[in-house]
């Protein structure tokens, strides 16, 4: 059964750094997709970003990015220029045929 | 569009009570799932229909709750009797089929919170 390992519970960051979540999965798949959703403190699941396996170019939207590591099966996210608005749980989600399967979240926190 | 839209924002209901959460799903998806998220165990597949039918139901935690999905633009999630454990926020998320795969980008809505007191 497919897994997702997000091993960081918390994390934090001063505003305008750069900080680096951590994600693996354990899959024998070879086709899937993976994401990243933002809840914020209104519970609103956002997608930030997704990426395709069999794609070997890392995924970016805006100030997020991936960092795509297939045989490591890993899958982080770097979020630059942090901002206020950036504080959240972050869950990073697996998708091969059907279901999404969630990690247990990172909570990041945003310093000024 | 409005985005997948979900009622009610939040439930009060004593233990033993009928409870029943609804979603519209965004126009034209294909897929739609109901979620659970709690601090304990995260967020929980509960059920997910496609073009109306329920496709996998494993993750409904018993009988006391069931899903319909008797039109493209609508969708139930019932619990009867309702028990103070069944308190979480309940999440409803539709996509499309991109021919891929039964998922693929989901969209969630708002969420219901529930509390059984």
């Known amino acids: 059964a497919q897994t997702v390992t997000q091993s960081q519970p918390e994390m934090s960051v001063q505003e305008a750094e750069t900080v680096t979540l951590s994600c693996t999965y354990d899959t024998s798949e070879s086709d899937y997709y993976l994401f990243w959703y933002k809840q914020p403190p209104s519970r609103q699941m956002i997608l930030v970003i997704r990426q395709e396996a069999y794609k070997q170019q890392n995924a970016t939207e805006n100030r997020f990015s991936v960092n795509f590591q297939k045989a490591a099966k890993s899958f982080s996210l770097k979020i630059s220029d942090s901002q206020l608005g950036d504080a959240a749980m972050y869950f990073c989600a697996y998708r091969s045929t059907d279901k999404l399967i969630f990690g247990t979240g990172t909570r990041l926190q945003v310093f000024p | 569009d409005a985005g997948v839209i979900q009622s009610p924002r939040h439930e009060v209901t004593e233990m033993g009570q009928e409870v029943t959460l609804r979603c519209k799903p965004i126009?034209?998806?294909?897929?739609l799932f109901w979620y659970r998220q709690t601090m304990m165990r995260g967020l929980e597949l509960l059920i997910y229909?496609?073009?109306?039918?329920?496709?996998?139901d494993s993750g409904m935690p018993e009988d006391r709750f069931s899903a319909k999905m008797p039109n493209a633009s609508f969708s139930t999630l019932k619990i009867q009797p309702s028990e103070p454990r069944d308190s979480a926020v309940y999440f409803c998320?539709?996509?499309?089929?991109?021919?891929?795969?039964?998922?693929?980008?989901?969209?969630f809505g708002p969420g219901t919170r529930l509390t059984v007191l």
């Open positions: 126009s034209g998806h294909d897929y």
């Open positions: 229909f496609n073009n109306n039918v329920p496709i996998d």
């Open positions: 998320a539709s996509s499309w089929l991109l021919g891929r795969g039964p998922t693929d980008t989901q969209y």
